[in-house]
């Protein structure tokens, strides 16, 4: 288990920004290697990358020599090798609610508007930046209002997306609440979602994992 860990991330990718947060609370040491989605046409797609991860995405994390991708796929993988503080609760039930938590954000809202989705609307389309920056906010909304639903009054919901202690279904919410505020989308709609953000947030591997803490942010 003591293999050292490297993640390929990028500072403001969610799907990034995800397993940082699990690593952070899994206590995990690991070296980041950045890398630009915008410099050099995008860094992702380099060759030496592009034989890493034949997606062109981030992130990939690399434990010793086995290589990982895919957010969900990695947080499972963390979980299942370093067990405690556990990010899926004991029960099958429970784990379904918070891995459907989970995919609603990963799967549903984020596939929408990410960079290469926006990039192709531009670059084949010639969608301006306001109606591009309208669609992500649309399906933001759509995505929050569901995620709110089945957040709200629900018997597991607790300070955290399920119960007492922050999960995976936590690592995907926070990344997708950064992502609507820098497009506009007024959380103040999704009680809910922000007070579990804030809760989130105001525990140390959130905010190790935030992405103004990152190596490769630009200047404040």
């Known amino acids: 288990m003591s293999e050292h860990l ?5 500072w403001r990718s969610s799907a990034a920004y995800r397993v940082r947060i699990g690593l952070h609370l899994k206590g995990l ?10 410099r ?9 990358y592009h034989a890493l991860n034949p997606q062109a995405l981030v992130p990939t994390l690399m434990h010793g020599q086995r290589r990982l991708t895919q957010s969900l796929a990695i947080l ?9 503080p556990p990010l899926l609760p004991a029960s099958a039930r429970d784990r379904a609610r918070v891995r459907a938590l989970a995919q609603l954000v990963a799967c549903d809202i984020h596939p929408l508007n990410n960079l290469r989705v926006l990039q192709y609307f531009e670059r084949e389309w010639g969608v301006p930046q306001a109606e591009r920056d309208g669609w992500v906010r649309h399906w933001i909304a759509q995505g929050f209002a569901a995620l709110e639903a089945q957040l709200a009054g629900h018997p597991s919901t607790g300070p955290y997306c399920d119960g007492e202690q922050p999960g995976l279904a936590d690592c995907c919410l926070v990344p997708q609440a950064y992502n609507a505020r820098r497009f506009g989308v007024d959380l103040a709609a999704y009680p809910t979602i922000a007070r579990i953000e804030a809760a989130c947030l ?12 990152q190596p490769d942010a630009p200047p404040a």
């Open 6 to 10: 490297r993640l390929y991330s990028y």
């Open 202 to 213: 105001a525990l140390p591997a959130f905010a190790a994992a935030r992405p103004e803490a």
């Open 76 to 84: 499972e993988y963390l979980d299942e090798l370093w067990p405690t």
């Open 29 to 38: 040491a690991y070296e980041t290697v950045p890398v630009h989605l915008l």
């Open 40 to 48: 050099d046409g995008g860094q992702q797609h380099a060759p030496e």
